[in-house]
Every structure is written in C-alpha cells, then in structure tokens.
C-alpha cells in the first residue's frame, strides 16, 4: 500500500523541504507543498475502511532541475507510486514548478 509518506519522503531524502498546504516561513528553493486534491473511501470487509487520496505535490525551483526530477522520480518508483508530472510557472515568485500528481493512502 502506498502511503503520502512514502511520497514526502522521496523528496525530503533528496533534500527537498516539504509542507502541507504552506510553510508559515517559506524556505529558498527547492521546497514542495502538498495539496489534496480529492479523496474516497475504500472498504475490503465493510469493516476497516481506509482513505485513498488524490495529491498534487509542487516542486517549487527556480530553474528547472532534471536532476532533482529524476531522484524524486526515481524514489517514487522504489516506493512504487505512480505519479503523472506537469510542469509550471509561477510569475509572481519567478519559480519553475512541478507537479507530481498521486493517489496514495494518508495511513
């Protein structure tokens, strides 16, 4: 079973910072945040029901790092998540970003 942690650890083990929503101080790049972007319940024996959730994780870096990408990538597919990427722009902040799309358990 795929676990969110199993996601944040793919990049907090590549030295990437990770926050859930926001970080009340936002540290310089490379950072990520998480964003849950839907959830439901899966239930095997109508008795223990565990939540299966749809995150976006954002990789915020101010130039794109195909190196970065590919360790992340690399320790999702160790961990066996899947994931679909997007890359971004955020203008205001002059950050490249991407996003790493997950279904994955919160426990």
Known sequence: MQLLSDVVKAF????VQVAHVRFHD??????ARTYLSGSHYNSSDNRSRRTLC????????TDRDLVL?????????AAR?????????VADDDLVT???SVEVYER
Not at 69 to 77: H, K, P, Q, S, Y
């Open 12 to 15: 907090t083990d590549n030295g």
């Open 26 to 31: 936002t540290p310089a790049p490379p950072y």
């Open 54 to 61: 749809e995150y976006d994780v954002v990789l915020y870096v």
């Open 69 to 77: 990408e590919g360790a992340i990538e690399v320790a999702l597919d």
């Open 81 to 89: 998540v899947p994931y679909q990427k997007i890359g971004g722009y």
């Open 98 to 100: 991407t996003t790493f």
